[in-house]
């Protein structure tokens, strides 16, 4: 077979399986089709598929069909985070903002120290655990950051499910990852923060400032229509010279988004957008995150590590919001509920172990123990939410 027959042969696998997989399944009510596109994506790797079957996987998952998969797995994630940067609603985390930082706060700090401990139990048991490049501080660091993450699309895409987006607790848990994205990203660049670039980087971060500025004000007086094709020149650009900073060009991206307004575009479009991406493009990016998943030291390793990371996060969340509704005086259960759709992560989470992975600062195995954790979290949100019985309760709060 041709390249371009291999490559449209893997296209139509990685579009196919995991919808027949959720269609002909019924996974909606605990797996929605974004996790099922991820376990599908881990399962084509060359961990499961190409161990099992290693013959087939390399004669369709070729080196040419795989760096040109890789090219639309990361316009299509650029574009994606960019979309997160714009949904980010920080006035309105402003006007609320005694529950808002308190609730995101404690949502954040308490999982990163959480997760810290199960980075600290890994170095202790080995340092092989740890990327070639990190220094056990960023390691652990990266670890306490996987374990807080919030993945505000997916967490928007499951609350329309549940009916609760639009509500006023819909908007509060917006508000709460909203603070937490800023945050989580925050660390991120905290971790790549490489002193050899110090000056790349400061001359980057001056120029975005600069930037910034004048596009903020200039786009609002141009027609929406010339709006995208500026705002994607500039998502362009800065995704590019964040990532010859040493920043990696996916905080580029979110940066990108965050500091322009998701009203400028409309929040239809922005929908509409977010919508066809993870139609269209991000099942490319599932499927080469899979290609990237190693098994190498045990799959049993792998699999303690992701519960132990899974176990992590959750209590650290619940018991973070716990803490916060005690301390706000919410109705009984709530926090409960919020806690819940705060531990969505999939996606976001998932970039995050690619940066983490393509900085060396986390090994392979431990790249797959966090998708594996990613998948599983998401997993849980939907049914523990329904289980809870409190969709209606506390949502005029």
């Known amino acids: 077979m041709s390249t371009t027959e291999n490559l449209l042969l893997a296209l139509a696998i990685v579009l196919a399986v995991p919808y027949l997989i959720w269609r002909l399944g019924r996974t909606e009510r605990w797996a929605p089709l974004v996790v099922v596109q991820i376990l599908t994506g881990i399962a084509l790797g060359p961990g499961l598929l190409g161990a099992v079957f290693p013959q087939a996987y390399q004669s369709v998952f070729t080196d040419e ?104 607790l819909g908007q509060r848990v917006l508000r709460y990852a909203s603070l937490d994205d800023i945050a989580i990203w925050g660390v991120l660049a905290l971790i790549l923060v490489d002193y050899e670039r110090m000056g790349k980087q400061a001359a980057f971060a001056l120029g975005f400032v600069v930037v910034t500025l004048a596009l903020r004000r200039t786009l609002p007086r141009l027609p929406q229509g010339d709006r995208w094709f500026v705002a994607l020149v500039w998502l362009a650009l800065c995704a590019l010279a964040s990532d010859w900073a040493g920043l990696h060009y996916m905080v580029g991206a979110f940066l990108a988004g965050a500091v322009l307004e998701g009203k400028w575009f409309g929040q239809e479009q922005l929908d509409r957008l977010r919508h066809f991406l993870l139609l269209i493009m991000m099942p490319v990016f599932f499927l080469s995150t899979g290609l990237r998943t190693e098994w190498e030291l045990g799959g049993l390793a792998v699999l303690v590590i992701a519960l132990a990371l899974l176990v992590a996060a959750v209590v650290g969340k619940l018991s973070g919001v716990a803490i916060a509704g005690r301390i706000l005086g919410w109705p009984p259960g709530q926090a409960r509920v919020i806690g819940w759709l705060l531990q969505t992560k999939a996606l976001i989470m998932i970039i995050f172990a690619n940066i983490l992975l393509d900085q060396q600062i986390i090994s392979a195995e431990i790249f797959t123990a966090l998708l594996l954790m990613a998948a599983a979290s998401t997993m849980l949100t939907i049914p523990m939410v329904l289980r809870s019985g409190e969709r209606g309760r506390g949502v005029e709060g």
């Open 65 to 168: 069909v795989i760096l040109m998969l890789g090219g639309i797995a990361t316009w299509g994630v650029i574009l994606f985070v960019w979309i997160a940067g714009l949904e980010l609603d920080l006035p309105q985390a402003w006007v609320n903002r005694r529950d808002s930082v308190i609730t995101a706060g404690f949502a954040m700090v308490t999982p990163i120290a959480f997760g810290a401990l199960v980075g600290i139990g890994l170095l202790l048991h080995s340092q092989n655990w740890m990327g070639a490049a990190a220094q056990p501080w960023q390691f652990v660091a990266g670890i306490g950051m996987a374990c807080a993450v919030t993945a505000l699309p997916i967490l928007i895409l499951l609350m329309e499910k549940l009916d609760i987006l639009r509500r006023p």
